[in-house]
């Protein structure tokens, strides 16, 4: 029997018909989807955020036809966990704006009009002859009013430090670009997978089926005893149930694929690229490291926050200084818009802290512990870059074998039921050897799927581990 027609790097769905060490990578590149974007900006998307979507469009009633190009291009649009990563961008920004404000001139205007009556006897003007009720008289004022800081150092600092945020909230959102591509492709690369595995095991049902009928004429021919047909039958029946099962993955593993890039959930889609195996030319983890240094923007972004909470801690430590402040006003006042007059005032004002010890003092140490903490989770984000970089080259290099010494497990099974099948069919022999070679190759096919798979995930990872996957998956994907 030949090996179903794989065409790619398919790896086998996440459910139980799939191979172990599939299953495992699947989970794996998850939870490093997870990992990657749980430790960013505080305001970033949560872990299965990456894993929805907003949908886009409706059904259109026909099969659609769906290029790994056209699913990347359709998650990065739609992706829940990119979309919220913008809207953190878009909060940062307002934040920037909002620290500014307080260094810039502030001008309200207002008019007012007052009607008013005063008996002058309730304020002890009570004089014989004269009548202490004032009014009714009537006031109009219009006026401007103007307020500047003039000299304020810990306004100054936590607008530097938003403005830190606000980079390392758009940087965020552009590694977040990483993280769906990662993700996308990993739903497509199992959806290919799943498509392998239905013509492996439709091959291998239809090898069953051929033995089963051998065995069938063997029996009715009285060269065969009745447990050749009964061992031939339960094969042909597993392969049935394993067919069920591989063709339930595939639909399960599609409307996971439509959840991460908005497809309708009921529309019917068909993955057009098969992703052919290709080999990586051999890469230098120092090398690559180094290029992960200059690209990696969620490093960056944790660069730029360590860059806020310095400026958070010298706007606390500032907070001992002297303040310059100015205010004014002037408007028109008057009895009648006709009879008025302008009048205005201004002040300077300096304000400077005598006894805030504690105050000032605490919030020093809480920003130093900011402080502590940023540049504690930039050390260890450089490392993880590292380590991302080396599992993913460890990875590449292993399924590369494994792919090689599968691809020859396949050949051999299929050399070795084609010879029991002969042997039975010349009477040499019963049929048990020819429903172990069956089961050997079914398991030669699963391993070799599960390689594939695991091969093109690994280049994938790497990408992303490298910071360019956004731009560059196709090439890792088809090799270099």
Not at 92 to 114: D, E, H, I, K, W
Not at 172 to 182: H, Q, Y
Not at 450 to 456: D, F, G, K, P, R
């Amino acid at each position: 029997m030949a090996v179903a027609q794989l065409g790619g790097s398919k790896g086998t769905s996440s459910n139980e018909a799939t191979g172990p060490a599939t299953v495992a990578a699947a989970q794996q590149t998850l939870s490093t989807v997870n990992t990657q974007s749980s430790s960013t900006t505080p305001q970033q998307a949560g872990q299965g955020d990456y894993r929805g979507s907003l949908i886009e469009g409706k059904s259109t009633g026909t099969v659609l036809d769906l290029s790994l190009d056209d699913a990347m291009a359709r998650g990065l649009r739609t992706n829940l966990g990119l979309i919220l990563q913008g809207t953190a961008e878009k909060t940062a920004a307002g934040q920037r704006l909002q620290s500014l404000q307080s260094l810039l001139p502030t001008v309200t205007g207002t008019a007012s009009y007052t009607v008013q009556q005063i008996n002058l006897a309730a304020y002890g003007l009570n004089f014989p002859g004269f009548n202490p009720i004032v009014g009714p008289f009537q006031v109009f004022d219009f006026r401007a009013s103007l307020s500047q800081s003039l000299v304020n150092v810990p306004s100054i600092e936590r607008y530097v430090a938003s403005k830190h945020n606000f980079q390392a909230a758009k940087l965020t959102a552009e590694d977040a670009r990483s993280l769906v591509v990662l993700t996308v492709g990993n739903a497509y690369l199992l959806c290919i997978a799943d498509v392998s595995r239905i013509e492996a095991v439709q091959g291998e049902l239809n090898s069953s089926k051929v033995s089963l009928d051998q065995a069938t004429a063997a029996h009715n021919a009285g060269t065969s005893p009745k447990l050749d047909v009964l061992r031939a039958q339960v094969d042909y029946q597993n392969q049935q149930q394993q067919l069920i099962s591989a063709q339930n993955n595939l639909s399960k593993d599609k409307l996971a694929l439509a959840r991460v890039i908005g497809l309708p959930l009921d529309q019917e889609f068909r993955t057009t690229d098969l992703v052919p195996y290709v080999a990586l030319d051999h890469v230098d983890p120092n090398t690559a490291y180094t290029q992960a240094l200059a690209a990696r923007k969620d490093l960056k972004a944790s660069a730029e926050q360590v860059k806020s909470a310095n400026s958070q801690k010298t706007a606390a430590w500032a907070e001992q200084l002297p303040e310059a402040h100015f205010s004014g006003d002037f408007g028109d006042i008057g009895a009648t818009v006709g009879h008025s007059h302008g009048t205005y005032t201004a002040t300077g004002e300096i304000t400077a802290p005598i006894l805030q010890i504690a105050k000032t003092r605490g919030d020093i140490l809480v920003a130093e512990a900011a402080q502590e903490q940023a540049k504690s989770r930039l050390s260890d984000r450089a490392q993880q870059v590292n380590a991302d970089v080396r599992d993913a080259i460890l990875d590449i290099e292993a399924a590369a074998k494994l792919v090689e010494a599968t691809k020859s497990n396949v050949d051999l099974a299929n050399e070795a039921l084609l010879e029991s099948q002969d042997r039975f069919r010349s009477g040499v022999s019963d049929n048990l050897a020819v429903s172990q070679a069956q089961a050997q190759t079914s398991q030669a096919n699963d391993q070799y799927i599960s390689a594939l798979y695991q091969h093109n995930i690994a280049k994938l990872s790497l990408a992303r581990a490298l910071g360019i996957a956004d731009s560059s998956y196709k090439t890792y994907l088809g090799g270099k």
